[in-house]
């Protein structure tokens, strides 16, 4: 892990060691002791930046720390191997994204020509249904049910005499 000497951060900030000392507490930052020096880790000392920056134009170190930790975030420093291990893993999973969409679009244009060459298919089945289904014009004219006439009935000429002066069939309305 790399990291700055706070004496090197106060220089570079231009604030006091005690000044880093109290603000690292407030952003929550490790302080690594080997024998008598003190460390922040590398990328440490932008946030402090920032933080002097803040106080410098007028808020309290308390408000200015909760600033800095909603605002920004601290920067996660690996050793090189496990960057290249992480290197090699995002490659490797971008390569096989890469193959899956290949394959996708491949895919996408092989269902584009089944689908095309169904879609034909139903069309002319809709066809031919229709043209079973629909009806043939004849010029047939055609002719509307109408009942028979009763036959008038054989009577006598007295019946028949009386049928046609009383005329049954109409009632009277006397």
């Known amino acids: 892990m790399n990291k700055v000497s706070i004496t090197e ?3 570079q900030i231009g604030i006091s060691r005690d000044k880093i000392r109290y603000w690292t507490k407030l952003l929550e930052l490790e302080i690594i002791k080997e024998g ?8 440490a000392e932008k946030l402090l930046l920032i933080m002097a920056k803040s106080v410098s134009s007028g808020l309290a170190p308390s408000v200015a720390a909760k600033e800095v930790l909603n605002i920004h975030s601290f920067p996660e420093v690996q050793p090189p191997e496990i960057q290249a291990i992480n290197q090699s893993l995002v490659t490797d999973r971008i390569q096989s994204l890469e193959k899956a969409v290949m394959l996708l679009v491949e895919q996408n244009k092989i269902l584009s020509t089944t689908n095309a060459e169904q879609s ?4 002319k089945r809709l066809d031919r249904i229709e043209f079973n289904i629909s009806p043939h014009t004849t010029n047939k004219q055609i002719e509307v049910w109408k009942p028979t006439e009763p036959k008038r009935p054989q009577f006598s000429t007295i019946q028949r005499i009386w049928y046609e002066v009383t005329n049954p069939k109409k009632p009277r309305a006397n």
Do not use: E, F, M
């Open 36 to 43: 008598r020096i003190s460390y922040i880790s590398q990328g």
């Open 120 to 123: 034909k298919l139903l069309n």
């Open 9 to 11: 951060a106060a220089t």
